[in-house]
Nanobody, 125 residues
Framework: QVQLVESGGGLVQTGGSLRLSCAASGRTFSSYVMGWFRQAPGKEREFVAA????????YYADSVKGRFTISRDNAKNTLYLQMNSLKPEDTAVYYC??????????????????WGKGTQVTVSS
């Protein structure tokens, strides 16, 4: 199994940027498909982005496409989420997650086996 720890959250103004990191330990990081999800107060956890094992393919939610970039460094066992042009509606706790497979279900919370505890991102208007 793998352990995941997110970092990099914080308070930023509208239009600002943040880069989230997710450090992995345990089983070989490169053997996992990785994803980012977020959960705002009173809302369900939602998909943000996903990346294949070696980063050859990525997939984004429409709400973040063109503003967020997911990437990974398998040598450093780290997943990243670069967030630009942030909006107040991006405010949420952001979670990284690991899955064994890619496919149509990569946007589903239930597709992922391992989760971090999250990092708070707050965008002020």
């Amino acid at each position: 199994q793998v352990q995941l720890v997110e970092s990099g959250g914080g308070l930023v103004q509208t239009g600002g940027s943040l880069r989230l990191s997710c450090a992995a330990s345990g089983r070989t990081f490169s053997s996992y498909v990785m994803g980012w999800f977020r959960q705002a107060p009173g809302k369900e956890r939602e998909f943000v982005a996903a990346i294949r094992w070696r980063g050859s393919s990525t997939y984004y939610a429409d709400s973040v496409k063109g503003r967020f970039t997911i990437s990974r460094d398998n040598a450093k066992n780290t997943l990243y989420l670069q967030m630009n042009s942030l909006k107040p509606e991006d405010t949420a706790v952001y979670y990284c997650a690991a899955a064994d497979t890619w496919g149509a279900q990569v946007t589903a919370v239930t597709h992922y086996n391992y989760w971090g505890k999250g990092t708070q991102v707050t965008v002020s208007s």
